[in-house]
Structure formats: structure tokens, C-alpha cells
């Protein structure tokens, strides 16, 4: 069995190879369950299983959130990709590298069909791994001038913004998580609260919600949402976890009818992506295993 770590993952997953290959997943579809979630010994532990016709795999993923007092990151992740046939295993990969990477590439392809092509401006909620792959993902893809990252932690965004720029992204650190003039606006967080609210909202704005992915967290304000033609990842995952969308229901804001599209709709040419110039744009992402099963085959070459 092959074991394929952080830095030689990365290096198997260029952009452009798996922005292609999360369009044939949402496309073409797989099996894949919601995610299982167990309380075990101390730590959540998440299963997230997906096959088809001619591989299997698994992500398995501890959070414990006593890991800061011990030096050590709160989450662990791991995946085993398997032949279907014969559930021999092919190779174990480094989960957390496969999660940043396929999530960004999600992200950015919903953007082509949601964003102004001529975007030029995102704004990048967040400081962590995710948020760092969000940004070189969009740069791949997009004529970027400028990328504005904000933390709640300013010195976590100084250091974001300083690690981006020393590899030639237009990266600085922004003062307030205010939308406001940016083309793409992208959250990768933790919040419980809104960061983004639909008063701010420039016509044309694109949202890129990928945290709040517990029904009790939110990065979007229910005007925000309500605004928005809004595209999920999957609608059983964004109904079920995305906080933004289930808080704007229960504040009576929107209906589950508000959901315009899912990405493999878009993908599959059966759903408009933006319509206008002008229109508000927000895609939801929760993460869904399908993914992870496109990104390790692609990292394998299966």
C-alpha cells in the first residue's frame, strides 16, 4: 500500500488538474453518505465514506479539542482509498492536505460559474490552512490584483498575508472583514456570529462560504443570504449542516425553496450559474465525500 504524505499530496493536486476533477465528480456523481458523526473517547470522530464503479475510500477525521493544551492540532485526518472490486487498499493519504486542497478547488469551481470572470478583488476571511489553499486556488484561476486577508487574530492574518506575498500573491492584511469593494468575498472560519451582512454587499458580490459548517456557526448574516442567488455543494449536506442557511430558515428569512441550484446542476449545464452582472452570487459548501474520492484517485492515478 502506497503512503502518500502532505508535501508529495500537494504536489499530485495542482490546481487546474483538480479543479477539473471535482467537475467530473459533481458531474458524474458518486455514492456518498452524509458524514458519521461518534463521540469517542474525548474526540469527535467523523467518517466519511464514498465509492464507485472502481474505488472505495474513507477520511477519517479526530478533533479533540484539548489538543492546544497538549502542543498538538486539533484535528487528525486520514484516507484510505481502495480497489472496489477487491477492497484491497491502494494507498493511505495525509487527510488533512486532501480536505484543504479539494475544498479550495470546490470553491473555485463554483466561483467560475458564480463570480464575474473579470473579478479581480477577493477578500479572504480567515487565516488557517484552508484559507491559505482558498488563496492560491483563486490566484490559479483568477487575474487577482489583490487578495485582502482578515482574521479575527490580526497577527494570524499579518503572517497569512506575509507567507502569500513571499510566494508572489497580492496579498495584504485588511482591517475589518467588510465586503464591501471586493469582487470575491471567500470565509474559511469558525464564527458563530456574522461576518458578512447583506447591508454591505456590493452589487456583483460573489460569496464563498465554506466554514460554518454546524448548524449553530454562521459567517453570513440572513440578508446576506436572502440576497444571494445561492448554489449548494450538496442540498442534503446544506440543509442538514450549513449554519448560515438553516439560521436564515428558522428567522423565517428564506425558505429550503431559496437554494437556486446545487453544484452538480451547475456542472451538468441543468441550473444557471450568475445571470446578471449585478446579482449577487453565494455558494455554500459543507464538504461532501465525493470529493475526497475524486482528489485521492486523481493523486493516485486511478
Request: charged share 20%.
Amino acid at each position: 500500500m502506497r503512503i502518500i504524505g502532505r508535501e508529495e499530496l500537494a504536489a499530485l493536486l495542482p490546481w487546474p488538474r483538480l479543479i477539473g476533477a471535482m467537475r467530473r465528480v459533481f458531474t458524474e456523481g458518486c455514492e456518498a453518505p452524509l458524514r458519521h458523526r461518534h463521540a469517542a473517547a474525548g474526540t469527535a470522530l467523523l467518517l466519511m465514506p464514498a465509492w464507485d464503479a472502481r474505488c472505495t475510500g474513507v477520511k477519517i477525521v479526530h478533533v479533540a479539542a484539548g489538543n492546544a493544551a497538549r502542543g498538538l492540532s486539533a484535528v487528525h485526518a486520514e484516507y484510505l482509498l481502495s480497489d472496489a472490486a477487491t477492497g484491497a487498499p491502494i494507498a493511505l493519504l495525509d487527510g488533512g492536505e486532501l480536505t484543504d486542497r479539494r475544498t479550495a478547488a470546490t470553491s473555485v469551481l463554483a466561483a467560475t460559474m458564480l463570480a464575474r470572470p473579470a473579478s479581480r478583488r477577493l477578500l479572504l476571511l480567515g487565516s488557517g490552512r484552508v484559507a491559505a489553499a482558498l488563496a492560491e486556488c483563486y490566484a490559479a484561476s483568477f487575474d487577482l490584483a489583490e487578495i485582502a486577508v482578515w482574521s479575527p487574530r490580526a497577527a494570524q492574518a499579518e503572517r497569512l498575508a506575509h507567507r502569500l506575498a513571499a510566494h508572489g500573491l497580492p496579498a495584504r492584511a485588511a482591517a475589518s472583514p467588510d465586503p464591501r469593494g471586493f469582487d470575491i468575498a471567500s470565509a474559511a472560519t469558525l464564527a458563530t456570529a456574522p461576518l458578512l451582512r447583506g447591508a454591505d454587499l456590493d452589487a456583483g458580490t460573489h460569496l464563498d462560504l465554506v466554514g460554518a459548517f454546524r448548524p449553530d456557526m454562521r459567517e453570513a448574516d440572513a440578508e446576506a443570504i436572502a440576497r444571494a442567488r445561492l448554489v449548494v455543494d450538496t442540498r442534503a449536506g446544506a440543509l442538514a449542516e450549513g449554519g448560515d442557511l438553516i439560521q436564515a430558515i428558522a428567522e423565517g428569512r428564506i425558505t429550503a425553496a431559496h437554494v437556486a441550484a446545487d453544484l452538480g446542476e451547475l456542472c451538468r449545464g441543468e441550473a444557471a450559474g450568475r445571470t446578471d452582472p449585478a446579482e449577487i452570487t453565494a455558494f455554500k459548501s459543507v464538504g461532501w465525500a465525493g470529493e475526497d474520492l475524486a482528489a485521492a484517485r486523481l493523486a493516485c492515478g486511478v
